[in-house]
């Protein structure tokens, strides 16, 4: 259970905190709705306090975690067989999941994609989405201002990418 005050993120919209609780009467029955303030927006959202789960709503991660989050974003790349437009499907669908480290996963795959072959428009868009949400709860679990946030995590990204482009030209050597 959330109260006032937690750090949680929203899948679809980021990190945030839970700034109220409050009862409500919506369509005739009364249900105690929690209002987050996303960080990365300043928008608020209301979510069923019942109903947490269903939406996906989890903690911020912890700085202990973030380790695992920074090393699953130097893994290697999942192949999606098919189209620009199957992938951009299963990108979605995993950013979705509010999973932590599916989120990782879109971005090191499409940030890999972009370095060897180049996005779609939508999935240059995504991609610059789940950075802005993964940053936002890299605010918290760094306890950084958002630019800052932001900024930690493009130095990590360009210096995977260096990482990367350093590996496969020796290889090709």
Same mark, same amino acid.
Not at 160 to 166: M, V, Y
């Given at each position: 259970m959330y109260e006032v005050g937690d750090k949680v993120v929203y899948p679809q919209h980021g990190a945030g905190v839970v700034i109220s609780r409050e009862t409500k009467t919506v369509l005739g029955t009364e249900r105690d709705y %929690?209002? #987050?303030r996303i960080i990365a927006s300043a928008m608020t959202v209301m979510v069923p306090a019942d109903a947490t789960e269903a939406a996906g709503l989890r903690p911020v991660i912890t700085g @202990? @975690? %973030?380790d695992a989050v920074l090393a699953a974003l130097r893994g290697e790349d999942e192949i999606i067989a098919g189209n620009w437009n199957r992938r951009f499907k299963h990108n979605r669908d995993r950013m979705r999941t509010g999973d932590v480290m599916e989120l990782v996963g879109v971005i090191r795959n499409l940030m890999i994609r972009s370095l060897e072959k180049? %996005?779609?428009s939508g999935e240059r868009q995504m991609l610059a989405r789940a950075k802005r949400i993964l940053a936002s709860e890299i605010?918290?679990?760094k306890d950084l201002d958002e *630019? @800052? *946030?932001q *900024?930690?995590?493009d130095e990590l990204l360009e210096e #995977? *990418? %260096?990482?990367?482009?350093?590996a496969a030209s020796r290889a090709t050597q």
């Open positions: %929690l209002t #987050i @202990d @975690d %973030l180049g %996005l779609s605010q918290y679990a *630019a @800052d *946030a *900024a930690y995590l #995977i *990418a %260096l990482e990367r482009e350093t």
